[in-house]
């Protein structure tokens, strides 16, 4: 079955840096384009980032451009997602999410979703 | 402050039929699909809907979606207190070059 376990977040001082990672598993990773988005305490979702199944194109939220990048490794089935200069408004459960079509998508559904890593910035 | 403009809540009795809607532009519900998700308290988005109506496996027929022009509606039948969750309409938007989500809608079952 599909699984994807994000890991990774935590507590971090604004400015600060994290990297988050989601391992990927019953799917064929190297043929889907994935996904991260995330969702403040108490606040709706948020798209953050996607990037093609073979990583030749990304696209980055307007909130995550310049500071977050997105990243993936097929050979090892995991996506990243680099964050520098976090700031408090970047607190939120991040989750990633797998495209429901292979290879190229159409309209960008997410299919499957992990159960979120939370990430805090406080001082 | 959103793309996407939903109602922040909406309600009904059981059995009743219940809409959400979801208004857009052209550059997002107007020139792509809208996908639409369920989320429960505490757990992970569901895919309720894709390609403007769509139903994944396993979603009941209850649930049924549609769009015209630049906004889109999800419909929700025979409403059952299980349905209580919160829901959120997705779509491309070109001139963003990004997924931009609505506000979300909190359904309550009287």
């Known amino acids: 079955q599909v699984q994807l376990v994000e890991s990774g977040g935590g507590v971090v001082q604004p400015g600060g840096s994290l990297r988050l990672s989601c391992a990927a598993s019953?799917?064929?990773?190297?043929?889907?384009?994935m996904h991260w988005v995330r969702q403040a305490p108490g606040k709706g979702l948020e798209w953050v980032a996607f990037?093609?199944?073979?990583?030749?194109?990304?696209y980055h939220a307007d909130s995550a451009k310049g500071r977050f990048t997105i990243s993936r490794d097929n050979s090892k089935n995991t996506l990243y997602l680099q964050m520098n200069s976090l700031r408090p408004e970047d607190t939120a459960v991040y989750y990633c999410?797998?495209?429901?079509?292979?290879?190229?998508?159409?309209?960008?559904?997410?299919?499957?979703w992990g159960q979120g890593t939370l990430v805090t910035v406080s001082s | 402050q959103f793309v996407l403009t939903q109602p922040p809540s909406a309600s009904g009795t059981p059995g009743q039929r219940v809409t959400i809607s979801c208004s857009g532009s052209?550059?997002?519900?107007?020139?792509?699909?809208v996908n639409w998700y369920q989320q429960f308290p505490g757990t992970a988005p569901k895919l309720l809907i894709y390609?403007?109506?769509q139903r994944p496996s396993g979603v009941p027929d209850r649930f049924s979606g549609s769009k015209s022009g630049t906004s889109a509606s999800l419909a929700i039948s025979g409403l059952q207190s299980e349905d209580e969750a919160d829901y959120y309409c997705?779509?491309?938007?070109?001139?963003?070059?990004?997924?931009?989500f609505g506000g979300g809608t909190k359904l309550t079952v009287l």
């Open positions: 999410a797998k495209d429901l079509y292979d290879y190229d998508s159409s309209g960008y559904p997410f299919d499957y």
């Open positions: 019953g799917f064929s990773f190297r043929s889907s384009g």
């Open positions: 990037i093609r199944y073979d990583g030749s194109n990304k």
């Open positions: 052209r550059p997002n519900i107007g020139s792509n699909t």
């Open positions: 390609s403007n109506y």
């Open positions: 997705a779509v491309w938007d070109g001139s963003l070059n990004g997924v931009v």
